[in-house]
Antibody, heavy 121, light 109 residues
Framework: EVQLVESGGGLVQPGRSLRLSCAAS????????MHWVRQAPGKGLEWVSG????????GYADSVKGRFTISRDNAKNSLYLQMNSLRAEDTALYYC??????????????WGQGTLVTVSS | DIQMTQSPSSLSASVGDRVTITCRAS??????LAWYQQKPGKVPKLLIY???TLQSGVPSRFSGSGSGTDFTLTISSLQPEDVATYYC???????????FGPGTKVDIK
């Protein structure tokens, strides 16, 4: 059974940093691209970032480019999102999502339960 | 960038009704279109990909069609468990290829 478990969310002040983690199990992690997708309270879904199976291809939404960094550790079956210079508009539930293929295609066949990030003073 | 729109933004229908949701891309996207279902308080779930291919385990009352710029999601006979927000999504190479529509909220009348 595929499981994606996010952690690292919390309350943080504007301008500060936070690092999210996603622990994956139930599939061959290094065969698939992985993504972060977020959902602000009461709002729709927004793709944040994606990384290919070998970290060779990485993409970011314009809204986070230059502030967020995605990475993965295939030896630990883990995905990360380093979030710097956080803003109030980054407040959201952050989902870890598995891609259906090795490349950054953006078709999400499994999702974690999400970790909540609240940016507020 | 390609924008995705959906209509209606919300709808209310009776159990057993046929429900159709429309998604439109601002430019042609071939068939790189997926539909997700998000029930209240739950995680999004992939329903359909490649515009018309049903994800494994999804009930057959769900179907998708379209290509290019215009797509539809149809629920042939609405059930109480179908109450959810439905999102269309353009995919295939990110960035900037991943874009979600704004969602369509489906309720039971």
């Amino acid at each position: 059974e595929v499981q994606l478990v996010e952690s690292g969310g919390g309350l943080v002040q504007p301008g500060r940093s936070l690092r999210l983690s996603c622990a994956a199990s139930g599939f061959t992690f290094d065969d698939y691209a992985m993504h972060w997708v977020r959902q602000a309270p009461g709002k729709g879904l927004e793709w944040v970032s994606g990384i290919s199976w070998n970290s060779g291809s990485i993409g970011y939404a314009d809204s986070v480019k230059g502030r967020f960094t995605i990475s993965r550790d295939n030896a630990k079956n883990s995905l990360y999102l380093q979030m710097n210079s956080l803003r109030a508009e980054d407040t959201a539930l952050y989902y870890c999502a598995k891609d259906s293929t090795w490349r950054v295609q953006g078709l999400f066949d499994y999702w974690g339960q999400g970790t909540l990030v609240t940016v507020s003073s | 960038d390609i924008q995705m729109t959906q209509s209606p933004s919300s709808l209310s229908a009776s159990v057993g009704d046929r429900v159709t949701i429309t998604c439109r891309a601002s430019q042609g996207i071939s068939n790189y279109l997926a539909w997700y279902q998000q029930k209240p308080g739950k995680v999004p779930k992939l329903l359909i990909y490649a515009a018309s291919t049903l994800q494994s385990g999804v009930p057959s009352r769900f179907s998708g069609s379209g290509s290019g710029t215009d797509f539809t999601l149809t629920i042939s006979s609405l059930q109480p468990e179908d109450v959810a927000t439905y999102y269309c999504q353009k995919y295939n190479s990110a960035p900037p290829g991943v874009t979600f529509g704004p969602g369509t909220k489906v309720d039971i009348k």
